[in-house]
């Protein structure tokens, strides 16, 4: 049961974490993402009490959820980048989506959940660290987004997402997360903003007790839970 002995070590390190920043666990939450790894890992982790995990490609989760259909119990989340024209699936199986960038994304998505009668909660992805490689809206754009939300009621925002720079440099890092603080506080206090934005999903393996350490209300924790991932994954 390594997968358990790494969520348990995972989890007190979340702890410790929270008392450093005297801020209570209970504010915390661990999303597992097993991206590219199969359902037997999923499973293990379920056993040992999680019951959301973090996907980034549509036809990884779909097929996982479709496998894995009789745990009633068990969401999805869809934390990578996303087409208009795969909206479908995620509005079909994901409980939450972390990486909305553009109001041409919320009305595809909004037109299926439709469709479906169902609700999903959402995150802004925010490209913190200004990096060309990375997805997400550059921080000044992100009020307008906000506000336009509102047209689309089957829509829940809930916060921000972001992936922090990629560097040794603990202040670079800690920069990006000081960013997103400050734009979810921007967010709160802009009366055009549609949704709570009480929710800041960041912080990975590498970084989950820093980001912490700056509001992270999300952490999303993948190879110190399941190992270094597979070189080619399903989907």
Not at 104 to 111: D, K, M, S, T
Not at 208 to 232: D, K, M, N, Q, Y
């Amino acid at each position: 049961m390594a997968i358990a002995d790494n969520l348990t070590r995972i989890r007190t390190a979340i702890d410790a974490a929270c008392e450093r920043a005297g801020r209570p666990a209970s504010e915390v939450r661990l999303l597992p993402v097993s991206k590219t790894f199969g359902t037997d890992a999923i499973l293990e982790a379920y056993a040992a009490g999680m019951r959301i995990f973090g996907e980034n490609k549509v036809q990884e989760v779909v097929a996982k959820a479709t496998e894995l259909a009789d745990h009633e119990d068990l969401q999805w989340a869809m934390i990578g980048h996303l087409q208009r024209n795969k909206a479908r699936d995620v509005a079909a199986c994901a409980a939450e989506f972390h990486a909305l960038d553009s109001l041409r994304l919320a009305e595809a998505l909004q037109n299926r959940l439709e469709a479906l009668d169902r609700t999903l909660d959402v995150f802004i992805e925010v490209n913190s660290s200004g990096e060309d490689s990375k997805f997400g809206l550059p921080p000044a754009e992100v009020a307008d987004l906000a506000a336009g939300l509102g047209s689309y009621d089957r829509l829940r925002p809930r916060g921000l997402m972001t992936i922090a720079a990629r560097s040794d440099d603990r202040k670079v890092v800690e920069a990006c997360f000081v960013r997103m603080t400050e734009l979810r506080q921007r967010l709160r206090d802009d009366d055009k903003s549609t949704g709570s934005y009480e929710e800041l999903s960041m912080g990975m393996s590498g970084d989950f007790e820093l980001a912490i350490a700056h509001g992270a209300t999300t952490v999303r924790v993948g190879t110190a839970i399941f190992g270094s991932r597979p070189a080619l994954g399903p989907g």
